[in-house]
């Protein structure tokens, strides 16, 4: 008789594994706390967030599209509040959005080749698709519609107070600036940005 006929079907039922191995393993999770892997990363408030911003602006007023820029993806909102990471969010796309599309590559270039510089285009892709994620949210809401206020002309035409799907446009146009960079950090930076992004613990 075989060792497989030696076996009832209720033994094969049993638990097989009695031991755990990961427990034996050096390298198993249970010996170590995961959380070490991660190094504390600094706490940044609304208040700092705010006044990065105002520095940004002041940039961008001087003509200083670049430096803008790169203070947004060298100081990154890891950890903080919501309100935070929100507020430097409008800040970055406030930045991208003010920047020509044939300023685009060769800044990134120029970023790019700098020490961090890849760190930075992971950031700024990082912002992209949060960015693009809140546009979608923002896009497919079906909103209360307010009824349209009409002021009568003395041509005898009627003028409409708002123009329909006016928010939807402005939603098309943000999302359209940021599909754009996401073009061009990827021809800069490769597509090993996004395995990065998608894979980084760090959230912005």
Sequence with gaps: MSIIQQH???SLSESWRTINIDALTEDSS???DTSSLHPPLPE???SEVRQLANQVRQLLRGG???G???GCLESPVYNGNDLAKEAHLQTVI??????KASEMTP?????YSTPGGSECLDALMKYLYKGMGASSAQGGGSAPRTPTRVTPQQTGFSQAGGRPHAANESTGAAMSVLLSWHEKVVEVAGLGCIG???TDWRKV
């Design 8 to 10: 009832t079907s209720a």
């Design 107 to 111: 800044m990134l270039q120029r970023i």
């Design 196 to 198: 990065r992004t998608m």
């Design 44 to 46: 940044t408030s609304e």
């Design 68 to 70: 803008a820029l790169r």
């Design 64 to 66: 200083d599209t670049e």
């Design 94 to 99: 406030e930045v991208l959005q003010s920047i």
């Design 30 to 32: 249970l010996n170590f």
